[in-house]
């Protein structure tokens, strides 16, 4: 055998090995996924509230369910308006982007409405601590900044196509996926809202010949890890944006969201358009907004 050879060996071997010690790191050995529900039509986002309750759009059924830390899930809300992106306040409200109804509300736990923002589009967003609501504009190339008093304008249109937007832990940055690539950009909230110039955090793997990754929801953990929904499973990095592994899927080979849920936030919880799953790990999620 080559030196080349033998050096290419080493070096798959090597990350063979980095990725199964990474997942043993993070699975609780004889806990598999567990299927929570089927039979949606496009679950496009996920959130969870402080309890760890879990509330999910079938976006498609036009209808947003509540899951239990009991893994119990109910009909929450009938004619969400379309609803595709949620997110959960820190007011105790679930915001919506309601897509059919072009525009962005909060509801409340009995499911009263109020109308926050009108003739937007948005299949994704995210609610900062001060109510602040960043929203992706993905036929437009934009992100957008809703601010408490209810005024909206553009903050990067440095992402060909925003997706999903994710908080950093501190609350100080905000991630971006681009589902058409393997980029995941991270940008510094300066102190009106507005967006410093972004920079790549990690990497993702692709397929072989493309480079799109798919890549939807995100997460943290609260030892650091970054989460990536993606056509290949769930990616993996650590604080750096360095790869730490890939898990496998569990259904039809690709997942469109990544949460922590739970009373204690124990659950790695993923969705893939018809099913939600639920996985025992040995870390627990950071808050998600």
Same mark, same amino acid.
């Given at each position: ?7 290419? /060996? ?15 790191? $993070? $699975?609780?050995? &004889?806990?598999?996924?567990? *299927?929570? @529900? ?19 759009? %079938? ?6 369910? #509540? ?5 119990? !899930? ?10 595709? +992106? !949620?997110?959960? @306040?820190?007011? &105790? ?16 736990? %009995? ?33 957008? $900044? *809703?601010?408490?008093? +209810? =005024? #909206? ?31 995941? =950009?991270?940008?510094? !909230?300066?102190?009106? +809202? ?21 890549? +939807?929801? =995100?997460? /943290?953990?609260? @030892? ?27 259904? #039809? ?11 204690? =936030?124990?659950? $790695?919880?993923?969705? %893939?358009?018809? #099913? ?8 627990? @999620?950071?808050?998600?907004?």
């Amino acid at each position: 055998m080559s030196r080349i050879a033998v050096l290419i /060996f080493a070096l798959l071997f090597q990350e063979f090995a980095h990725g199964a010690r990474g997942s043993e790191a $993070l $699975l609780v050995p &004889g806990k598999n996924w567990e *299927l929570l @529900g089927e039979g949606y039509q496009l679950t496009a986002d996920s959130a969870v509230d402080h309890a760890g309750n879990i509330f999910f759009t %079938d976006a498609r059924n036009n209808r947003i369910y #509540k899951v239990d830390s009991g893994g119990h !899930i109910a009909l929450w809300k009938e004619e969400s308006g379309g609803a595709h +992106g !949620i997110a959960y @306040g820190p007011d &105790g409200l679930l915001y919506a982007g309601q897509h059919n109804q072009k525009r962005i509300v909060a509801l409340s736990a %009995d499911r009263t409405e109020s109308v926050l923002a009108e003739d937007v589009q948005t299949h994704h967003l995210t609610v900062t601590d001060r109510n602040q609501i960043y929203f992706a504009d993905a036929p437009n190339h934009r992100v957008w $900044l *809703l601010d408490a008093a +209810g =005024m #909206k304008r553009v903050v990067t249109e440095q992402v060909d196509w925003p997706h999903c937007l994710r908080l950093s832990s501190d609350r100080t940055r905000l991630l971006v996926t681009d589902p058409h690539t393997a980029q995941v =950009m991270r940008f510094p !909230i300066q102190p009106d +809202g507005g967006l410093a110039r972004g920079e790549l955090f990690c990497r993702l793997k692709t397929r072989t010949g493309t480079t799109a990754t798919e890549a +939807g929801g =995100m997460a /943290f953990d609260s @030892g650091g890890y970054f989460y990536v929904a993606t056509n290949l499973g769930v990616q993996v990095f650590d604080a750096t944006g360095h790869s730490v592994t890939t898990l496998d899927p569990p259904g #039809k080979g690709e997942v469109s969201d990544v949460f922590f849920a739970g009373d204690h =936030m124990q659950w $790695l919880v993923v969705t %893939d358009g018809e #099913k939600l799953y639920r996985r025992a790990v040995r870390r627990h @999620g950071a808050a998600r907004n």
